[in-house]
């Protein structure tokens, strides 16, 4: 889709959103009516609790800049933060593994809203925290739902979200620092997986519930280098993935637009119908 419609599309779907239209017009057809459902937040708060990738020491860093009453007898607040791209609920964009690809505030509108399917890997990623979502996960979402949409999310829920802000159970490890990263254990996509995912379907975006589209032991990083060649961007550390059904979701994630950015805070949220 090019721009130019995808942006028409992201402003029809706002138009439903305030007047609960539901019309058909060209590129909209499959835009829902918000209606009759449910909003779900898919975003951590940033604060003293967000994990970062055990390198970004700092965390999340807010310096009062004033509070409280001023000259004038009237109540203010203002606030600086320092914050690493990659913490938090966050975007990775394409160029934070592929030199030539989208960073941030290139990623178009449409890329970032639209329809989810939801592959629960819970099961199997609570009791191994080096899993590996494989193709045959999707194959087996694909007998029970249909062949995956073109153009949609792929979600991953791996159940990890139940840990945050627990650095030891979602991390694998307390620890920060570079001697951290060789012990982090925690769900990712298979570089196989990522492979299908580009070859086999076409979708737009990618998303899960663990601090990096490949799991924590990886070194090569083979998954996001596959999916970021093809400018798909991954959404991570997403929130409340236990509420989304596997088909049906809609999902609006927003990202500060970071000129040149390989990352950035991330605001998330999901359509839900009743």
């Known amino acids: 889709m090019s721009k130019s419609k995808g942006i028409v599309a992201i402003f029809a779907l706002i138009s439903m959103v305030l007047y609960g239209c539901k019309n058909t017009a060209e590129n909209t057809d499959h835009l829902p009516g918000f209606s009759h459902g449910t909003w779900i937040d898919l975003s951590y708060p940033f604060d003293q609790n967000t994990i970062y990738w055990p390198t970004d020491t700092l965390g999340f860093q807010l310096d009062t800049v004033f509070y409280g009453s001023t000259d004038q007898n009237f109540f203010y607040s203002a606030y600086s933060y320092c914050s690493a791209e990659h913490g938090g609920t966050h975007l990775d964009a394409p160029v934070h593994f592929s030199e030539s690809n989208k960073s941030v505030e290139q990623l178009s509108l449409d890329q970032l809203v639209g329809p989810a399917v939801v592959i629960d890997v819970s099961e199997f990623a609570l009791n191994d925290p080096d899993y590996l979502v494989s193709v045959q996960d999707f194959t087996n979402w694909e007998k029970t739902h249909g062949q995956i949409p073109e153009n949609v999310m792929v979600i991953l829920y791996t159940g990890y979200g139940k840990f945050w802000p627990d650095r030891e159970k979602y991390l694998g490890t307390i620890l920060t620092g570079p001697e951290a990263v060789a012990l982090l254990h925690f769900p990712g996509l298979s570089p196989e997986a990522a492979t299908w995912l580009t070859t086999e379907r076409n979708i737009k975006a990618i998303g899960l519930d663990t601090p990096s589209i490949d799991y924590g032991q990886s070194s090569e990083f083979e998954s996001h280098r596959i999916l970021f060649r093809e400018n798909i961007p991954a959404f991570e550390n997403l929130a409340n993935l236990h509420q989304l059904p596997a088909t049906g979701a ?20 999901a359509w839900v119908r009743s």
Do not use: N
């Not at 000129?259 to 950035?264: K, L, N, T, V």
């Open 250 to 269: 809609w999902i609006i994630a927003l990202p500060m637009p970071i000129a040149g950015g390989s990352g950035a805070p991330l605001r998330a949220i």
